[in-house]
């Protein structure tokens, strides 16, 4: 497996882009970034997206490579992939012929660029030879993070945005993940506001870590705040946990 981070960050800066992650080059895990990142052959490319929820940063390159594909004149369908209650945020708030159009009915339904494709936390898709499961986590608004299996019992688990939770590792149980791409977006100090808003601080990761029962063989970090990355990059060395890396854009990750 492949994964490219089009974007790993917890805002937008120059040389810092929000969550897109890129599997292969057909399947995405959240849309913040892929007009800014992806070359137009790249984004002719793209076949799924999963989305972990619906905040704007997760979500909103949908919109541009939808219009990208009708200009060019594409057949190209990009299933959006997510529980109901996401779909529902988008088709209600972005893709609402207001704010930008539905893409789901142009040119037509039948032909249409984009497709909404609904499923339940705890079910599983199959993608060519992936198995990917969406997995409750806690954030501040409804949320899932994806396990994906390859054919070769390959494993990694993406959390998107997600405060503290318990539930999420039970379901992970004694499966030892390859990879784990896991949130931190606040410094410690910052624990009151990372709880409240459903984020992590390089303390909670620790608590969370220690939460899985098989310590994941890589363990990398995504969705810092730009403005405090330093004191978060600090934060996370002193935890001395093996093979933990803080992400930047552009990584390539190998499993
Ligand atoms: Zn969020
Ligand atoms: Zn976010």
Known sequence: MKIKVLGCSGAEFPGHNPP???????????????????????????????????????IRGISFLADNIIVAKRKQRVNIIS?????????????????????????????AVLR???????????????????????HSVPAVGYLVEDGNKKSFFYTGDTGPTASTWEKIGDRKLNCLIIETS????????AVLTGHLTPQLLKEEIMKIKQMPEHIYITHPKPQHFKVIKAELERLKIKNLKLLKDGDIIRI
Do not use: C
């Open 186 to 193: 606040f410094p410690n100090k910052m624990r009151d506001m």
């Open 83 to 111: 529980i109901p209650s996401v779909l529902n945020t988008i088709k209600k708030n972005l893709l609402n012929d207001s704010l930008w159009p539905d893409f789901t009915m142009i040119p037509d339904y039948e032909n």
């Open 116 to 138: 909404y494709k609904a499923m339940k936390a705890g079910s599983l898709i199959r993608i060519r030879n992936y198995n990917i499961a969406l997995h409750k986590v806690n």
């Open 20 to 58: 897109a992650f890129l599997l292969d080059d057909d399947i995405v895990f959240d849309a913040g970034s892929l007009t800014n990142t992806l070359d137009a052959s790249e984004q002719a490319k793209l076949k799924n997206i999963f989305i972990t929820h619906a905040h704007l940063d997760h």
